[in-house]
T-cell receptor
Framework: KAGVTQTPRYLIKTRGQQVTLSCSPI?????VSWYQQTPGQGLQFLFE???????NKGNFPGRFSGRQFSNSRSEMNVSTLELGDSALYLC???????????FGSGTRLTVV | EDQVTQSPEALRLQEGESSSLNCSYT??????LFWYRQDPGKGPEFLFT???AGEEKEKERLKATLTKKESFLHITAPKPEDSATYLC??????????FGAGTTVTVRA
């Protein structure tokens, strides 16, 4: 079956702009999580959604937001981009009843 | 403070040279420990879940074990294709995984 699909794979944005990343989970999975991965901080939890409700949020500024649609697809948005937002953004999905998350290949965001 | 620590940061092995990676955690009420493998430019790939001390899981040349304070990932007779970064993670709070910094394994032919 198809895995977790993230689009786009690569993105270059300018400081101050905003960006939207998309994630399509595995069919039947209702939980979607987002993580930021950088060389210095490793994998950091951003937020988790289940049935369109945010159940948990990490320690990131309000510029980072997300949402989930009724078909479980999810988007995350970063406004007023900063150079430090350059990272690999990973989406993971699970059925919602365990932590057995399957990750996508990520979106590589570069802010210049 | 809850945290996950992996060691060593990097491991260089000769093909066939077995070794172990360590993941120590300070979490009260452990609700599972997860091992992932990550190749450059890709997302983490799930390997194992361990839930209780004494539990062991195996997959090809990899074997994961769990104690009350740490987990080990043993790589037996590694091959170059086992080169990757290995990450461990534990649930912290609800629906959130806390990851270690990872161990980057390089296996030379």
């Amino acid at each position: 079956k198809a895995g977790v699909t993230q689009t786009p794979r690569y993105l270059i944005k300018t400081r101050g702009q905003q960006v939207t990343l998309s994630c399509s989970p595995i069919s039947g999975h209702r939980s979607v999580s987002w993580y930021q991965q950088t060389p210095g901080q490793g994998l950091q939890f951003l937020f988790e959604y289940f049935s369109e409700t945010q159940r948990n949020k990490g320690n990131f500024p309000g510029r980072f937001s997300g949402r989930q649609f009724s078909n479980s697809r999810s988007e995350m948005n970063v406004s007023t981009l900063e150079l430090g937002d350059s990272a690999l953004y990973l989406c993971a999905s699970s059925p919602g009843t365990s932590y057995g998350y399957t990750f996508g290949s990520g979106t590589r965001l570069t802010v210049v | 403070e809850d945290q996950v620590t992996q060691s060593p940061e990097a491991l260089r092995l000769q093909e066939g040279e077995s070794s172990s990676l360590n993941c120590s955690y300070t979490v009260s009420g452990l609700r599972g420990l997860f091992w992932y493998r990550q190749d450059p430019g890709k997302g983490p790939e799930f390997l194992f879940t361990l839930y209780s001390a004494g539990e062991e899981k195996e997959k090809e040349r990899l074997k994961a074990t769990l104690t009350k304070k740490e987990s080990f990932l043993h790589i037996t007779a590694p091959k170059p294709e086992d080169s990757a970064t290995y990450l461990c993670a534990v649930p912290l709070g609800d629906y959130k995984l806390s990851f270690g910094a990872g161990t980057t394994v390089t296996v030379r032919a």
